[in-house]
DNA sequence: GCGAGTGTATGGTTTTCATCGAACACTCGG
DNA sequence: CCGAGTGTTCGATGAAAACCATACACTCGC
């Protein structure tokens, strides 16, 4: 019986499982935007929760993580003391098709 | 000389002048969602403003509507006293492809 | 020119949400 | 076993946004 004392495994949500308007709000905030792009330009699992250049202190951050989460837009793993991350990319295109694509390639109005 | 007086037509933004964030956020509301859907189903210039079944009162329906003309979702025209509505959807589409779609045509996971 | 119908503007209340500081939990290297 | 590093949780604060009720502006039929 390995009853290893570990860290709460963070709750997932899956895509398929998240309503639009749960989606486009994670998706309507310029913090965690900032953290989907930076996370679409490294490969999975290589970017740790601290590792981001965002204006906001740990709490926030944290909180902002939970609510990716909770739109299906980021998977998370314990990884020794931290917590590192993927952009669940095939599985959110394939619920939401485009809209990952948009947030990303977009170029902001002249 | 007719300086006819004539109610303020109403600002419009468009499409191309939208960034990405505004846009989402113009959406992750559920009336606003509403209004665009129920706009989506109806010919051009045939619903007015206060034709819409939503929760609200006119004057918070009336902010809704002003927050999808800055965000480059609707046209709005006035006729006799009431303002009459059209989706911009072909210049919505053409600045942010597939998301009008995705809005319109999903499904709420079971 | 009234009065009904329709929409906007204003002022104020309530709710929601992002944020922070501080305290706590866990992992790992000395 | 301690201390540094990392992330979450809690409580509180401040700002943004949705909302309502009221008052105002415009159009039209009578």
Known sequence: MTTG?????PEHTHPDDVPVLTALAALADPVRLTLVRELAGSAAWTRSCGSF????GK???SHHFAVLRGAGLVEQRDEGPRR???LRRPEFDARFPGL???VLRDDEPS
């Open 59 to 61: 709490a926030a951050l």
């Open 100 to 102: 990952l694509d948009l």
């Open 5 to 9: 004392s570990h860290r709460a495994a």
């Open 84 to 86: 590192v991350n993927r």
């Open 53 to 56: 250049d965002v204006p906001v």
